[in-house]
Structure formats: structure tokens, C-alpha cells
């Protein structure tokens, strides 16, 4: 593992140790600014293709300590989405420090796995995921991906049919459904 920038640093810590005591972080007791906006909102425009904005709708979330797992997944996708190999490993990173337990981390992580053909963790890390949430479509979606990569055709529609009855709207569960 490499050197992590002072940012990165300062934001796992300003983030991680609070969190990990039940607190919100200090990031989170900052001034009132803006409106945080909703998980919801950075969805539809990553799932729009605007994904400047959605990054940084979850970057706002993770500085404020709110759905902190999914924003690292979010995160994570974009990175992925722009061929960002080294930036979805630090995303990455971050997860597994700041949200280990996260269905929505624990699945995006495993996706980037796929990617890069690590098929037994990537394997591991969804089977966590969807164990930790059952409903977590992304896993779902990364597991018949993985499954269909093993000619267990039957086995990953069955998976992307689920997918699919969990997120219809989801663009790239649409694709493979």
C-alpha cells in the first residue's frame, strides 16, 4: 500500500475515530452551510452520467459523516466509471477503514475486484455484502456478473434477475438484465 496524501489522512481520522466511538465526527459539527443533499440526489446523477456532480453530492456526505458507506461506494462506481483503477483503490481503502461492515462498500469494493479478475476475493466481499444486507442489488448485480465470468450462466441470470427486482432503475443492472 502506498502513502496516503494529508487530506486523506486528515479525513479518515477527522472521520473514522468518531465513528468508530458512536459520535458524529468533527467534520459533521462543522457550520451549518448548505443543505446536505440526499443519497437519493447523487444517484440520479451518477445514474444521469453526471457524475462530477454525484461525486461530489457523496464527498459532501462522507466530510459530514452521513451514509458513509454508501458514499464510498458511490465514490468507488465513479472511479470505475472513469477508468480511475488507482483512484477506486484508494476509495477502496477508505472503505475498508471507514465502513467494513457496509453492504453498499462491501459490494462496490467487490465489483472493483471483479474488475480486476481477483474472482475469488471479489467473490468473498459480495457474499459478505449480501450477507450483511440481502437486498443490496449491487451485490447481486456483481455476483451475476462474477457467475456469468464463471459460465455459471443459469446461476447469474437468476442473480441479475434479483438485481433487477430490487433497483429497476439502475442503467447498468437494466444492461445485463
Same mark, same amino acid.
Request: hydrophobic fraction near 45%; aromatic fraction near 4%.
Given at each position: ?20 466511538? =458512536? ?41 459530514? =459523516? ?112
Amino acid at each position: 500500500m502506498g502513502v496516503l496524501p494529508a487530506r486523506t489522512l486528515l479525513l479518515l481520522l477527522a472521520t473514522a475515530l468518531p465513528l468508530a466511538a =458512536g459520535e458524529p465526527s468533527a467534520l459533521s459539527k462543522s457550520e451549518e452551510g448548505p443543505a446536505l443533499e440526499s443519497q437519493e440526489a447523487a444517484l440520479s446523477a451518477y445514474r444521469a452520467g453526471d457524475r462530477t456532480r454525484a461525486a461530489a453530492i457523496w464527498e459532501a456526505r462522507l466530510e459530514a =459523516g452521513e451514509g458513509v458507506g454508501e458514499a464510498l461506494a458511490g465514490l468507488l462506481r465513479v472511479a470505475l466509471r472513469e477508468d480511475d483503477l488507482e483512484g477506486a483503490a484508494e476509495w477502496a481503502r477508505r472503505a475498508e477503514v471507514l465502513a467494513p461492515e457496509s453492504a453498499p462498500a462491501l459490494a462496490a469494493r467487490g465489483e472493483r475486484l471483479l474488475r480486476e479478475g481477483e474472482l475469488g476475493e471479489a467473490r468473498a466481499l459480495l457474499r459478505r455484502a449480501l450477507e450483511t444486507e440481502p437486498e443490496e442489488p449491487r451485490a447481486w448485480l456483481g455476483l451475476g456478473r462474477l457467475r456469468l465470468a464463471s459460465f455459471r450462466r443459469g446461476e447469474g441470470a437468476a442473480a441479475l434477475r434479483e438485481a433487477f427486482r430490487l433497483d429497476p432503475g439502475d442503467p447498468e443492472i437494466v444492461r445485463l438484465h
